[in-house]
T-cell receptor
Framework: AQSVTQLDSQVPVFEEAPVELRCNYS??????LFWYVQYPNQGLQLLLK??????LVKGINGFEAEFNKSQTSFHLRKPSVHISDTAEYFC????????????FGQGTILTVHP | EAGVAQSPRYKIIEKRQSVAFWCNPI?????LYWYQQILGQGPKLLIQ????????DSQLPKDRFSAERLKGVDSTLKIQPAKLEDSAVYLC???????????FGPGTRLTVT
């Protein structure tokens, strides 16, 4: 079975500050990892994904994430946030045996203050 | 291209009533998913279709929930009878196939009173 833990339920930051949203996963097989963003009253939008290859993955809106197999982590980072980044962020995993079946974490609410 | 469409956007019903949600995936997408997102939690997969066949419904409460995807395009998710704990946002997603990116609709917010 696969599971995802997002270590922070809420992260407040000031505009132009760096941010890291933490995600740890567990799975007995190879995994694919994703970060999604959800703006209020909207569906989820894919930020980035790790399938294979380079462990540093770059996504949309200046976000990036690093896959660390030894620490079973996939933390999301952005060097300088904007007010418009305020949203809820979800880490998700699917295993190599059931690609397409996503297991999501609990979500992290990122609030960017002016 | 048009995104995933869902209706209604909001629904309020009393417990023990029935309700149905509709999803129209992106044109050409063979795989369709229904997720349940309870407030404060991440989405949970309820059912996955490949064309009009069910791939995974292991987390669907089959005593009260049902879903169908006739003709491999639109899909409906039904709850009968509804319970208070069914209050959630129901998200529909579609992808070209099982290994492609999932695109999510805006969701239907269900409140059961």
């Amino acid at each position: 079975a696969q599971s995802v833990t997002q270590l922070d339920s809420q992260v407040p930051v000031f505009e132009e500050a760096p941010v890291e949203l933490r995600c740890n996963y567990s799975s007995s097989v190879s995994v694919y990892l994703f970060w999604y963003v959800q703006y209020p009253n909207q569906g989820l939008q894919l930020l980035l994904k790790y399938l294979s290859g380079s462990t540093l993955v770059k996504g949309i809106n200046g976000f990036e994430a690093e896959f660390n197999k030894s620490q079973t982590s996939f933390h999301l980072r952005k060097p300088s946030v904007h007010i418009s980044d305020t949203a809820e962020y979800f880490c998700a995993v699917s295993s190599g045996t059931s690609y397409g079946k996503l297991t999501f974490g609990q979500g992290t609410i990122l609030t960017v203050h002016p | 291209e048009a995104g995933v469409a869902q209706s209604p956007r909001y629904k309020i019903i009393e417990k023990r009533q029935s309700v149905a949600f509709w999803c129209n995936p992106i044109s050409g997408h063979a795989t369709l998913y229904w997720y349940q997102q309870i407030l404060g939690q991440g989405p949970k997969l309820l059912i996955q279709f490949q064309n009009n066949g069910v791939v995974d419904d292991s987390q669907l409460p089959k005593d009260r929930f049902s879903a169908e995807r006739l003709k491999g395009v639109d899909s409906t998710l039904k709850i009968q009878p509804a319970k208070l704990e069914d209050s959630a946002v129901y998200l529909c997603a579609s992808s070209m196939d099982r290994v492609s990116e999932q695109y999510f609709g805006p969701g239907t917010r269900l409140t059961v009173t």
